[in-house]
């Protein structure tokens, strides 16, 4: 079965740090550009970051900028986000997203997980 | 960076109605645009990607439109499995913005 399942979520004081990981199965992982999207509470969807598919190619939102890290390791059919310096508006579930329905030069996210809840609170 | 401005916010319709969502781009995005469905606690779905183009498998009731800084997705006849929440996505370049989202209810 083609997916993706994130683990690594949970509750973290402010200024604290999570590592999120994703496990890709039933696909070549290596081919694809992966990212990270979350879902605030009462907000809407927010792309995070996103990584090319040797991992040489990284960008992020300003928001996280120098406090997350966006990882894979193609061996392990693996994708992470180290989250650093963690803030109240962090707080969200967050998916992790394969992008590869392509056209026109661009390729769209198509398979996303069911998502892990991150929660900073002091 | 692109913003992307979704109208309305709420829509409240009955089944068998033709809804429109409207998403529009703070500057010229080509055809770089993707609609997604989310209903609540669930992964978000891919409906429309490269602003017209319907995902293999989503019904032809979904239709989506436009270039350069409007864009629409049209549900041609609402069903009961369309409640939901629609948001649009920008690949034009990075940072990848979404709109804000448009929660579709029950009349």
Redo the contacts between chains.
């Keep these: 079965e083609v997916q993706v399942v994130e683990s690594g979520g949970g509750l973290v004081q402010p200024g604290g740090s999570l590592r999120l990981s994703c496990a890709a199965s039933g696909f070549t992982f290596s081919s694809y550009w992966m990212?990270w999207?979350r879902?605030a509470p009462g907000k809407?969807?927010?792309?995070v970051a996103?990584i090319n598919e040797d991992g040489r190619e990284i960008?992020?939102?300003?928001s996280v900028k120098g406090r997350f890290t966006i990882s894979r390791d193609n061996a392990k059919n693996s994708l992470y986000l180290q989250m650093n310096s963690l803030r109240a508006e962090d707080t969200a579930t967050y998916?992790c997203a394969r992008s590869a329905?392509c056209?026109?030069g661009?390729?769209?996210?198509?398979l996303?997980?069911?998502?892990t809840l991150v929660s900073v609170f002091s | 960076d692109i913003q992307l401005t979704q109208s309305p916010s709420f829509l409240s319709a009955s089944v068998g109605d033709r809804v429109t969502i409207t998403c529009r781009a703070s500057q010229g995005i080509s055809s770089y645009l993707t609609w997604y469905q989310q209903k609540p606690g669930k992964a978000p779905k891919l409906l429309i990607y490269a602003a017209s183009t319907l995902q293999s498998g989503v019904p032809s009731r979904f239709g989506g439109s436009g270039s350069g800084t409007e864009f629409t997705l049209t549900i041609s006849s609402l069903q009961p499995e369309d409640f939901a929440t629609y948001y649009c996505q920008h690949l034009n370049s990075f940072p990848l913005t979404f709109g804000g989202g448009t929660e579709v209810e029950i009349k």
């Design positions: 990212s999207v879902l809407g969807l927010e792309w996103s960008h992020y939102v300003d998916y329905v056209d026109g661009r390729c769209y996210i198509d996303w997980g069911r998502g």
